[in-house]
Each structure stands twice: as structure tokens, then as C-alpha cells.
């Protein structure tokens, strides 16, 4: 169970990252402006998912530590993640910031052994590793077809070496704020055992930091506009990305955070496959991106079985 709800994040959070793109192709607000919009739209769908809750059940356990483990991990990952993830591009460009990004898996796994001493059987340990190695190679190749003329991956590695270090240092940062944050989350379904208050202290916590940055940033009055003039693609934003944190606190009630963010890498399979359905960018079906998605498929079906 718990490894189709992570499975389901994966598919979800997908598709929200193909409308922010078809968002961002706009341009008309800043793209901080436009998280601000998506985290808007989290917390408006989690409020009104608690009120109906609350209709049906008396009350809801809660307690301090656990508001408190939720609110980093809202910090941790729809802010800060999204954040130097986005600060990342101007540096290195989408493409590159999301082949280092791919690195959250590997955090979250240490975090799990680490700091909640989470014990991976060894069809377990090979079923991450196989998916980080298939998201890994579906990333560059993905980065590969963003450079017309490199036909191998000793050019696209040494392209990469070239880049800013800064814009490296932003999106590795990326992926160990959302593998820690994963680990927060676990700790804060341990304390209060309902992932509806755990949405909704994570999207309240992020949606008041974007909205304080943007405000020190000076775009106060943009983000009064955006909210009046609602982009239509960062609103189907925010709600699948509602329905993918639903499904990864759901699914960490069931499974380590080690397993359900392996099974979580695979957000960038579906979003090339969401890209191809929605946007027709035909192009990403290479025989390297069919392999990629083989060992990505893999790897799933191991840790959903061990």
C-alpha cells in the first residue's frame, strides 16, 4: 500500500511540474511569485479538506513536536528545495539543475539509517540504488538532448565540470533539502498520525516564507496581482502537487522514508512522460530514454516487492 501511495506521488507531483513549466513559459510574473500561487492553492484545498474531516471526526490529535517536524519539513521542502532549486536554472539551466537534483534519494536514505535507524533489507538497498542509477541516466540524457551537437556523455560531462559552481552547489542543495525534509515528514507522522494536518501545517509554513521573501524582494504588489489574476497552469499546479503530498504522507504511515523517496525519484519519469502527453515534446523518446525508464521501473518493482 505504501509503495503505490509513493508510486502515486510520483505520478502527481509529475504532472504538476509540466504546468509550472507551461506557466513559466509566460513569463509574466517571477517565479517565486508563481510558487507563492501553487503553496496558495495547496493550503486553500488542505483547509477545506480539514473542514470537511473535522465535519465527520470530533477532533484531531495534535501536539507540539509534531507541528514542530511538519513545519520543517514544509520549510525544508516546498520552500528552501523549491527555492535554491529555482535559483539554481539561471545558473546551469533546468536540465542540469534537475541531473543534480536527482540526489535526494540518497539523503533521505541516509537520513532514514541515520537519524530514525531504519534498516533496509539488501533486495531493498539494491531496488533504491537500481532507481537512483535509472533516474540518474533518464537525467542525462535528458541534459544530453539540451545540447545539439554533443552525441556522447563525455561531452555532456564536460560540460558540466564547466559550469558555475555556485549553480552546482544551488541544485545539489536542492535535492539534500528534500531528502532531509522527507525525513521530517516521517518524524511528524510519528508524532500526530494524520497526514491531513501534516499538508496543511507544511503548506501553511511555506506558503507565509515564500510570501515574506517575495514581500523583502519587493513584489508585494505582484503577488496581490497574481492572486487576483490566477494563472490557470500554476493552479493546476498547486492542486496536483496537493494530491502528491497527500500520497507521500500517506504513504510514509506504511513505509520508511528510505523506501518512499527511492520510489519518489521516479517524479522525473513521469514528468517526461506527462511533457510527452500534454506538451507532445516528442523528442525525449530515445531508445537511452525507453532503457532509463526500464531500470527506473525495475527498481520500483523491487521495493515494492522487498
Same mark, same amino acid.
Given at each position: 500500500?505504501?509503495?503505490?501511495?509513493?508510486?502515486?506521488?510520483?505520478?502527481?507531483?509529475?504532472?504538476?511540474?509540466?504546468?509550472?513549466?507551461?506557466?513559466?513559459?509566460?513569463?509574466?510574473?517571477?517565479?517565486?511569485?508563481? /510558487?507563492?500561487?501553487?503553496?496558495?492553492? %495547496?493550503?486553500? &484545498?488542505? $483547509? *477545506? !479538506?480539514? #473542514?470537511?474531516?473535522?465535519? =465527520?471526526?470530533?477532533?484531531?490529535?495534535?501536539?507540539?513536536?509534531?507541528?514542530?517536524?511538519?513545519?520543517?519539513?514544509?520549510?525544508?521542502?516546498?520552500?528552501?528545495?523549491?527555492?535554491?532549486?529555482?535559483?539554481?536554472?539561471?545558473?546551469?539551466?533546468?536540465?542540469?539543475?534537475?541531473?543534480?537534483?536527482?540526489?535526494?534519494?540518497?539523503?533521505?536514505?541516509?537520513?532514514?539509517?541515520?537519524? /530514525?535507524?531504519?534498516?533496509?533489507?539488501? %533486495?531493498?538497498? &539494491?531496488? $533504491? *540504488? !537500481?532507481? #537512483?542509477?535509472?533516474?540518474? =541516466?533518464?537525467?542525462?540524457?535528458?541534459?544530453?538532448?539540451?545540447?545539439?551537437?554533443?552525441?556522447?556523455?563525455?561531452?555532456?560531462?564536460?560540460?558540466?565540470?564547466?559550469?558555475?559552481?555556485?549553480?552546482?552547489?544551488?541544485?545539489?542543495?536542492?535535492?539534500?533539502?528534500?531528502?532531509?525534509?522527507?525525513?521530517?515528514?516521517?518524524?511528524?507522522?510519528?508524532?500526530?498520525?494524520?497526514?491531513?494536518?501534516?499538508?496543511?501545517?507544511?503548506?501553511?509554513?511555506?506558503?507565509?516564507?515564500?510570501?515574506?521573501?517575495?514581500?523583502?524582494?519587493?513584489?508585494?504588489?505582484?503577488?496581490?496581482?497574481?492572486?487576483?489574476?490566477?494563472?490557470?497552469?500554476?493552479?493546476?499546479?498547486?492542486?496536483?502537487?496537493?494530491?502528491?503530498?497527500?500520497?507521500?504522507?500517506?504513504?510514509?504511515?506504511?513505509?520508511?522514508?528510505?523506501?518512499?523517496?527511492?520510489?519518489?525519484?521516479?517524479?522525473?519519469?513521469?514528468?517526461?512522460?506527462?511533457?510527452?502527453?500534454?506538451?507532445?515534446?516528442?523528442?525525449?523518446?530515445?531508445?537511452?530514454?525507453?532503457?532509463?525508464?526500464?531500470?527506473?521501473?525495475?527498481?520500483?518493482?523491487?521495493?515494492?516487492?522487498?
Amino acid at each position: 500500500m505504501g509503495q503505490l501511495l509513493a508510486l502515486f506521488f510520483s505520478i502527481s507531483y509529475g504532472l504538476s511540474n509540466v504546468f509550472t513549466s507551461k506557466a513559466m513559459e509566460h513569463g509574466d510574473i517571477d517565479r517565486f511569485t508563481g /510558487l507563492y500561487i501553487t503553496v496558495l492553492i %495547496n493550503t486553500i &484545498i488542505n $483547509a *477545506l !479538506v480539514i #473542514i470537511v474531516y473535522l465535519s =465527520f471526526v470530533n477532533s484531531i490529535e495534535i501536539n507540539l513536536k509534531g507541528i514542530m517536524f511538519f513545519g520543517i519539513a514544509g520549510l525544508l521542502n516546498s520552500f528552501l528545495a523549491r527555492g535554491v532549486f529555482f535559483a539554481a536554472i539561471p545558473y546551469i539551466g533546468v536540465s542540469r539543475s534537475g541531473a543534480f537534483k536527482v540526489i535526494s534519494p540518497v539523503f533521505a536514505i541516509l537520513g532514514g539509517v541515520l537519524i /530514525l535507524g531504519e534498516v533496509l533489507s539488501t %533486495n531493498a538497498w &539494491i531496488g $533504491a *540504488l !537500481v532507481v #537512483i542509477f535509472g533516474v540518474t =541516466f533518464l537525467s542525462f540524457e535528458t541534459l544530453r538532448q539540451s545540447y545539439k551537437g554533443n552525441s556522447s556523455y563525455l561531452d555532456v560531462a564536460g560540460s558540466i565540470i564547466s559550469v558555475p559552481k555556485k549553480g552546482i552547489l544551488l541544485a545539489l542543495m536542492s535535492g539534500f533539502f528534500l531528502g532531509i525534509g522527507n525525513v521530517f515528514r516521517k518524524l511528524g507522522v510519528g508524532c500526530i498520525p494524520s497526514s491531513i494536518v501534516g499538508v496543511f501545517i507544511g503548506s501553511v509554513v511555506s506558503l507565509v516564507s515564500v510570501a515574506v521573501f517575495q514581500v523583502m524582494k519587493g513584489k508585494a504588489k505582484e503577488l496581490v496581482y497574481a492572486t487576483k489574476h490566477m494563472n490557470r497552469d500554476y493552479f493546476l499546479s498547486g492542486l496536483f502537487s496537493s494530491v502528491a503530498l497527500y500520497s507521500v504522507f500517506m504513504a510514509l504511515k506504511y513505509i520508511p522514508v528510505s523506501y518512499s523517496n527511492s520510489i519518489g525519484a521516479s517524479e522525473s519519469l513521469f514528468t517526461m512522460l506527462w511533457s510527452l502527453i500534454i506538451c507532445g515534446k516528442k523528442e525525449l523518446l530515445t531508445i537511452r530514454t525507453f532503457i532509463g525508464t526500464v531500470i527506473v521501473v525495475a527498481g520500483i518493482s523491487l521495493l515494492m516487492l522487498f
